[in-house]
Nanobody, 123 residues
Framework: QVQLVESGGGLVQAGGSLRLSCAAS????????TGWFRQAPGKEREFVAA????????WYVDSVKGRFTISRDNAKNTVYLQMNSLKPEDTAVYYC????????????????WGQGTQVTVSS
């Protein structure tokens, strides 16, 4: 079992920044990547970014490239999502999740999920 706890969401004005954290516990050694997804009301869950625990490779959806940065702290078993230049369309519940498939952007391949944290960007 892997437990994930997100934090860091909130309300911010457009152009502002937030940093999300995802703390993992349990059988984390079996996880290859941790990703961030988001889901806005009435929309499907969308891949945002992911990072490999082994080699640090990162992947992003095009809409956040250059604005969001995913990073990890292996000692703390924590993954971060630094979000800069936020836009109203970034408003969503953000979830972190782990997968044992390398470079996966499909939610179906992620088998452990956190509870989500709300990010609201006002215009």
């Amino acid at each position: 079992q892997v437990q994930l706890v997100e934090s860091g969401g909130g309300l911010v004005q457009a152009g502002g920044s937030l940093r999300l954290s995802c703390a993992a516990s349990g059988r984390t050694f079996s996880r290859y990547i941790t990703g961030w997804f988001r889901q806005a009301p009435g929309k499907e869950r969308e891949f945002v970014a992911a990072i490999s625990w082994t080699d640090g490779s990162t992947w992003y959806v095009d809409s956040v490239k250059g604005r969001f940065t995913i990073s990890r702290d292996n000692a703390k078993n924590t993954v971060y999502l630094q979000m800069n230049s936020l836009k109203p369309e970034d408003t969503a519940v953000y979830y972190c999740a782990t997968s044992n498939q390398y470079n996966s952007r499909s939610a179906a391949s992620y088998d452990y999920w956190g509870q989500g944290t709300q990010v609201t960007v006002s215009s």
